[in-house]
């Protein structure tokens, strides 16, 4: 028989477990969920847009009662649970409704802290935490036209926005001389404030309240300095606090909140508690992203996987307050042993803030224009060393160029069929949509949903924007430790390294000592977990066919139409007549459409039929022609100009260099593509300086440059060193090469991983450590020794994977 859930508290954390639940144990537990509210669950964050009328309570329902029927879930709604009886199991609700549970959820939410004021019991004082408090205000601004608002954090200024648009005259009223003080500086909420008057809010800032006036009703407010002002309408939006009082009342251990453990356990274990009503480490939290953090964690536990711990999050907050946005993050106050950096453009309503400790972001606040916000934060969640690049911090990510594809401050003022994603052709409006018609909170959401920032990820900031525009007020984001995947809580980096300390040598080896959370894994999961087995032990691992991206698996590139592109190694750019004459006798013979001269300085036949590619290479094998890997996540090419051999202005005998670090590193798997240029002067025809390896001939030398990157989001390489021979650039490169292959992150390019380890890393791995510079060049040299093996003859010769190139046969 399945176990009994209880669910006490239909919002949205408590939702969000049963959801998580649901997709990994759907037949584990009955479930039954008691809600105070006679609703389904709706997004809370999305109150303000209701007060203001742009939204109705349907428009934010994130499940409705159809939903709850739909997963077989019973659904108390509207009835408000008074006892919880733990040695009987049962808990029972004011009407006398009794439940039995094996396992029960506490997400009772939290309560509005009311002043305590002599008055506060009047009529037409309300706080502003669920839809009975909208409604109360909506009604309110139908008949009256004076409101306060009591507290100047976010809650407060979007109920002083909301009763405005519905034509009340709005004051706020704020205990302190900064408004939203743990979110803003004083600079920025200076701006704040003036924008806010701009528009029509009033303020009364360092303001006390002593006494609520009225007889029945409320008539206006009395404060300390003895001002008094008109009110038909006050609103406490002053902070909230854990709503503990039915743990309490059942003999669970609380402090500020509800106590649980890693797991989300109280001290009762037969007890889970999750959301605003917990306390984690010490910590309550209030923003969306821990609360969905706590509920994938729960949910692990309540289908005994057992293998996920919530160890807290280090927050960044994106807010979006009256239309103006706001992020914040870490200590952006600092003291005595930190540092500012600081822009200020206020007839703009820019401004940004970095606070930095030894040459790494310790707090940020950006008003106005915040699509960096996320990048500052990952800086300052690695502790990357910017003093590589301080002098353009504050100018955000796109002082690395972005060909027109960055985010937009305005991403709100975006209309809906303008194109977000470019790589999966999504629209804004796909965005909008999925959002609000699937209750979408986070990043990965999206991503999952509409495909938009999931490929070359150039638009992550500008989703996140609408995302927060969206929201209206409360996403935030992100743990402190990304995982790999879904499937595991263990980041990139904790895996390499049980890879190489256990010495795993197999997929299901590093499922099984991890406890993988999905035994088969995944999409994501399956091809990183491969190429870092591949990487870390050459020779040792067997390449695991099934979890290479179709691509990888037929060594070709599929096309648009199910047809496949076949591009031939060309070292360094060069050809010569044979090998051209073969080609076009291959073009010939498979009436292959198209023949296209390539970027990287190939030949690319496109429209290859899957069944003849090993015919095609067997040809192109013949003429001594090889894989170029245009399909991998490896070397791709080594363009070059061409040099000292026959231009005038050539320096260096640069083709011949680049056939040297081709030949080299030609069949290496990296954690991306890797692409080479080597130009023969500094008028650099071969674009090194876009590269991931790029090397620039000079008089006394060679210049190398890492981490460049052309297509949508351009990037300009910083210089490594300077060294005097090709001996050298030859060991520099694959020192670097065995660097990145061994650090960077699977489906992490060089330009992303060099800003998040910083140059001064990369130089003194490479550069500034002889000996261990030799050894990653070793180390290189002996992986190669097992990489370079043509996959095409491979197929040709000895029948590798024949079945992929087999057609089924009709009929049979």
């Not at 139908?142 to 034509?167: D, F, P, S, Y």
């Not at 356990?265 to 959301?275: H, K, S, V």
């Not at 996320?374 to 990357?384: H, I, K, N, P, V």
């Not at 080479?676 to 090194?688: K, L, Q, T």
Request: with cysteine.
């Amino acid at each position: 028989m399945k176990e009994k859930l209880v669910l006490i508290g239909n919002g949205m954390a408590g939702v969000r477990t049963l959801e998580e639940l649901l997709k990994i144990a759907p037949d584990k537990y009955d479930i039954t969920v008691f809600g105070a509210e006679p609703f389904g669950n709706y997004n809370r964050i999305l109150l303000s847009p209701v007060l203001s009328g742009e939204k109705t309570l349907d428009d934010i329902m994130l499940n409705d009662l159809q939903w709850y029927q739909d997963n077989n879930i019973t659904l108390h709604a509207g009835k408000w649970v008074t006892d919880i009886n733990r040695a009987r199991r049962t808990v029972s609700a004011e009407d006398g409704t009794v439940e039995t549970y094996d396992r029960l959820l506490l997400s009772t939410g939290s309560s509005p802290f009311i002043i305590p004021v002599p008055g506060n019991h009047f009529e037409g004082v309300i706080s502003f935490r669920d839809i009975h408090d909208v409604n109360a205000m909506l009604e309110a601004s139908k008949t009256h036209k004076r409101a306060v608002v009591i507290g100047g954090g976010l809650l407060g200024l979007e109920a002083a926005n909301g009763l405005m648009l519905q034509g009340m005259d709005v004051t706020v009223v704020h205990l302190m001389d900064t408004l939203m003080e743990r979110q803003l500086d004083k600079p920025a909420a200076a701006l704040l404030k003036q924008a806010l008057e701009g528009r029509g809010l009033n303020f009364l800032m360092e303001a006390q309240t002593e006494a609520i006036l009225g007889k029945e009703r409320v008539s206006g407010i009395r404060f300390k300095d003895g001002l008094e002002i008109p009110a038909d309408l006050i609103v406490m939006a002053v902070g909230i606090r854990p709503n503990t009082a039915l743990a309490e009342k059942t003999g669970l251990y609380c402090e500020r909140g509800v106590v649980v453990n890693d797991t989300m356990q109280t001290y009762d274990p037969r007890i889970y508690a999750i959301g605003e009503c917990v306390q984690h480490r010490e910590i309550t939290y209030g923003l969306v992203a821990p609360l969905f953090e706590m509920a994938k964690v729960c949910a692990n536990h309540l289908a005994h996987l057992g293998y996920s711990r919530y160890e807290g999050s280090v927050i960044s907050t994106k807010l979006k307050v009256t239309g103006i946005d706001l992020f914040s993050a870490g200590d952006f106050h600092g003291d005595e042993t930190t540092e500012d950096v600081v822009v200020k453009d206020a007839a703009r309503g820019i401004y940004k803030k970095l606070v930095l400790k030894d040459n790494r972001i310790h707090g940020a606040v950006l008003y106005g224009d915040t699509i960096d916000g996320s990048w500052y934060f990952q800086l300052m969640r690695d502790g990357t060393n910017v003093s590589d690049f301080r002098d353009q911090l504050l100018f955000g990510q796109g002082h690395l160029g972005d060909s027109g594809h960055s985010g937009k401050n305005a991403a709100s003022a975006m209309t809906d069929d303008m194109e977000v994603c470019g790589c999966n052709g999504v629209c804004k409006g796909d965005v909008v949509n999925a959002i609000t018609q699937k209750g979408l909170f986070t990043l990965d959401d999206v991503r999952t949903h509409t495909k938009a920032s999931s490929s070359c990820g150039s638009c992550t900031g500008l989703v996140e924007q609408i995302l927060m525009s969206t929201l209206g007020n409360d996403y935030s984001e992100a743990p402190a430790k990304k995982p790999l995947c879904k499937c595991t809580d263990y980041s990139h980096e904790e895996v390499r390294r049980v890879i190489r300390e256990q010495h795993l040598i197999s997929i299901p080896d590093v499922m099984a000592y991890m406890e993988w959370g999905n035994a088969d894994g995944c999409h994501v999961c399956r091809p990183a977990l491969n190429y870092y087995l591949i990487s870390t032990w050459p020779g040792e691992v067997e390449d695991d066919y099934q979890s290479r991206f179709i691509n990888e698996r037929v060594h070709a590139n599929i096309q648009k139409d199910g047809t496949y592109s076949v591009i031939p190694r060309m070292w360094g750019g060069l050809t010569n007549p044979s090998e051209l004459r073969a080609i076009a006798d291959v073009a010939d013979k498979f009436a292959i459409p198209t023949v296209k001269v390539t970027g990287g300085q190939r030949i690319d036949l496109l429209g290859v039929k899957k069944e003849d590619l090993p015919g095609v290479w067997k040809d192109l094998n013949k003429a001594g022609m090889v894989s170029g890997h245009a399909y991998g996540k490896s070397l791709r090419t080594v363009k070059t100009c061409v040099g000292s051999e026959w231009c005038r202005f050539g320096t260096q005998a640069s083709m011949g260099m680049g056939i040297q670090l081709e030949k080299i590193t030609w069949g290496s798997w990296t954690p991306h593509k890797f692409k080479m240029a080597v130009s023969g002067c500094p008028r650099n025809c071969a674009e090194a300086t876009i590269k991931d390896f790029g090397v620039v001939a000079v008089d006394s030398g060679w210049e190398l440059h890492v981490g460049g990157n052309g297509g949508v989001k351009v990037r300009a390489t910083d210089l490594l060193c300077k060294v005097k021979t090709e001996q050298e650039v030859t060991e520099y490169c694959a020192a670097f090469l065995q660097l990145y292959r061994e650090e960077g992150h699977y489906l992490e390019r060089t330009a992303p991983w060099i800003e998040r380890v910083g140059l001064s890393y990369i130089k003194k791995q490479v550069v500034e450590d002889k000996n261990n510079r030799k050894a990653l060049h070793e180390r290189f040299l002996k992986s190669q020794q097992y990489a370079q093996q043509d996959p095409w003859a491979e197929r040709v010769d000895k029948g590798v994977d024949k079945h992929e190139f087999t057609p089924l046969k009709e009929g049979g």
